[in-house]
């Protein structure tokens, strides 16, 4: 047994598409997990660390959380700048639009913004009033609001490694009562799959997974840590903990106990880090790390058992 975590995490995709489902979601965390995310970690081209596969990103997740949970929408990409603006003003809380990724830098709604930076985000549209977008972000920001031709412009991708501008998912209609534990039971195979490499999804030259890439970030931390690679962490430790424990929470309601042990260990250890982070600890980070990287290869196998 392990305490669930509860509370304010970075998992705008899962989010997002929680609140466009409404009532009959099963919540943001397990929507993370159908997604794959909590299954891998890798080094980016050798160097950025990123808690969640090789190969995968938050649009292929988004599909496949949808299709597990027996759910269809439409989807939209690309298009001019009118027919993004178009798509904005036709959402309503009551057929809201799920739209990213989007460049956070540039959502202005917040103070120190307005320069692209590089982050991929999502957030729910539920309408245009006076010229505004109104929108959640599941960032912490309920009910926000920004002009459109600046909403428009966060929504291009140009500084983003995936996506496509004005990419949008409306018109959700669910098309079979999946419950999540059954959806999650249906998936293991494919968390199998994320954590073996065996996904069929393209990775880009010089990723590194799992093993590979917690035994790269514990010589890079004992090498001493850029500022970047330090900024980088500050998002994916706290992300990459949550995703983990939500995994160890689903899999024991799936049924899947020996796996879930796995997986709230890994939380543990990556949640940890945080810790090691603020304090300057790298020589409790790289044993951290060291410790997590065999558990990959661990919860793939438990995975096949189960």
Not at 273 to 299: I, M, S, T, W
Request: aromatic letters at 8%; one cysteine or more; hydrophobic letters at 45%.
């Amino acid at each position: 047994m392990f305490l669930p975590y509860t509370g304010s995490s970075d998992n705008c995709y899962a989010s997002s598409l929680s609140m466009a489902l409404g009532p009959d979601s099963p919540g943001a965390g397990a929507v993370d997990v159908l997604t794959g995310s909590p299954f891998g970690m890798q080094l980016h081209a050798g160097a950025t660390p990123f808690f969640d596969p090789a190969g995968w990103d938050c649009e292929i997740g988004l599909d496949a959380a949808l299709a597990a949970l027996g759910w269809t929408c439409v989807f939209e990409a690309g298009g001019s700048e009118e027919e993004a603006a178009e798509r904005l003003r036709a959402a309503t809380p009551a057929a809201p639009l799920v739209t990213g990724p989007v460049e956070m830098g540039l959502l202005t709604h917040v103070r120190g913004r307005g320069s692209a930076w590089g982050a991929d985000h999502y957030v729910t549209v539920f309408g245009v009033e006076d010229g505004l977008v109104r929108f959640h972000d599941p960032k912490g920001y309920p009910f926000a609001s920004l002009p459109v031709d600046r909403f428009i412009a966060a929504w291009r991708t140009d500084s983003l490694q995936y996506g496509e501008s004005f990419t949008s998912r409306r018109q959700f209609e669910r098309t079979a009562e999946v419950p999540a534990a059954q959806a999650v039971r249906s998936q293991i195979g494919v968390f199998a799959g994320w954590l073996r490499g065996a996904h069929g999804r393209p990775v880009e030259n010089g990723n590194v997974a799992n093993a590979e890439a917690a035994e790269g970030l514990a010589a890079m931390w004992e090498a001493g840590l850029s500022d970047r690679t330090r900024q980088d962490l500050d998002f994916m430790v706290p992300a990459g903990a949550r995703r983990l424990s939500d995994a160890g929470a689903c899999l024991a309601a799936a049924g899947a106990d020996e796996a879930s042990a796995i997986a709230a260990r890994q939380a543990r250890l990556v949640g940890g880090l945080q810790y090691d982070l603020a304090a300057g600890r790298a020589a409790e980070a790289a044993a951290a790390l060291r410790a997590l990287g065999p558990l990959y290869l661990e919860l793939a196998e438990a995975l096949e058992r189960a």
